[in-house]
Each structure stands twice: as C-alpha cells, then as structure tokens.
C-alpha cells in the first residue's frame, strides 16, 4: 500500500516533488523517499536560467550531467568534458536553485586513477561549485572511490548500466540481458549500496533487471531507459523539451517542441528586422 505521501505528494512538506519545505533537498531526505515508496523526478542542467525554471517546477533533483558535453558543448560524446568546464557550469546550476539537490559528474579522466584523484576531484566540485552529491561510473572498479568520498563526507551517487564514458569500449546498447549480466549488475548495485551510494542510476536496462535491483536495494534506484519501477526517473532536459535535433533516444518522451519555438521566434525575429517593422515607436528611446 502506497504512503499517504506517495498518494498526494503536493500536500505533504517532506515530499521530494511538490513539497512545501524551501531548503535545500539532502540525500536524507532522498533516503526518506525511498522508505515511503515515493516515486520522483530528476533533470539535467547546465546553466542557472535553467536550473531556476526547473527549481521553480518543483524538480528535487538536478544532475550537471557530463552529457553536457553532447548537448551544451557540441562534443561528439561525454569523453573531451573536463573538470573545469563540470565546474564552471556545475556552480552556475547551484546559483540557479534554491531547493534543489544538485548533483555533479565526475568526468571523464577525473577518478579513473584511484581514489586520492576522485576525492580531489570531487572536493573541488563541491568547494568551488558548491554541489551537494557527486556522482561516478562503474561497478566494482569504482568502489573504493565512492568509500574514501562517502569517508570524506561527499555524498556519491553510483552510475551502472550503460555508462556513456565506456562508449568506446561498450558502446550505446542495453546493457544487464542474460543471467551473468543481470547477476553482475545487481552485485555492483549492492557493492556500491555497500560502499555508501546514496543513491543508484540504472541507464538502458532491461526493466525486469532494473525492478529486481530497486527491490534488493535500501538506496534509490534512479532509471533512465530502465522502465517504469525504479524509484525515480532522470531525463537529459534537451531531449525532454524537444531541442534535441534529430533522432531522439527510445526511452525519452518529449513534452515539448521548443527546438520548433526557438526557431519560428528567430525566424519571425529576423523577418521583423529584414522588414523594417522592429523596432518600433514603443521599442525606442527619445
């Protein structure tokens, strides 16, 4: 039976969407979530007008994806992003909200080295750029970086699945089919719950595997492309509102045509000047 939280989250102050409560979400109170079985949603961002719309929607939590390199940065993929652009753009998203629980990637070549680099890392993120959770890629590989953070008292958000910064060795496929992938994406799942995760993104898996992981796991489970019964639900912004040219991914649904809006208003913005009808008497200065 779902709480009385999770039937009406607007009315209640401790809801993660809808809430009353002004101050900043913290991994407590996602924590809390996930006893009272509430489901909710994040977004990326990557800049503060943004981040300010989203954080006046109510969204809880806003990841400074490194996909800020594909749709921010004009990157082929999420590998050329650096710790200096994810901080620069991480600290104009926390200056752009007021409640929400922003979250920074660890890029990249940040943490791969071992845990001394991914806490220097990550120290910066949320020193210079005022972040209040960090998260990673891997499994296993990642595990003593995420408990010498969680030592250090940065909160760590764990990233299995697909993880965009493999793509050249896993490329962009689903990842978890067959029973000794299931078996070791849910083990990594544990082992990072273990290591002190506070929470979990399961990226294109197979949704089976993914409700079998939320059901195992204390911490949240956050899915992008892994079905409906993960605990929250994480989409990249572009692709919800429709600026994302082209080809979108199966798993996003689109709420919005925005990439159509901004271009008639550019287009009737242009005719106006071609035309000589803007600026007009109500536009000038005497």
Known sequence: MKSEAAQNPSGDTKSLYGGTSTRRVTVHDIAAA?????????????DAMTASVFDEAGIPVMLVG??????????????????DEMTMLSAAVVRGTKRALVVGDLPFGSYQEGPVQALRSATR????????????EGGARSLPQTE?????????????????????????????RGDEAAHRLLHDAKSAQAAGAFAVVLELVPAEVAAEVTRSLDIPTIGIGAGPDTD?????????????????????????????????????FADEVVGGTFPQEEHTFH
């Open 125 to 136: 993120l949320v020193k210079d750029a005022g972040v209040g959770a960090v998260k990673l």
């Open 66 to 83: 490194d996909s800020m390199g594909n749709v921010h940065l004009g990157y082929e993929t999420t590998v050329p992003v650096t710790l």
């Open 34 to 46: 996930k006893r009272r079985g509430e489901k909710w949603p994040m977004l990326t961002a990557y």
């Open 232 to 268: 929250a639900q994480v989409l990249v912004y572009t692709d919800m509102v429709g600026l994302t040219g082209g080809k979108v991914p199966r798993f996003t649904k689109q709420y919005a045509n925005l990439r159509q809006t901004l271009g008639d208003a550019a287009k009737a």
């Open 148 to 176: 010498l953070l969680v030592q250090a008292g940065i909160p760590v958000m764990s990233h299995l699945g697909l993880t965009p910064q493999s793509v050249n060795t896993l490329g962009y496929r689903v990842q978890g």
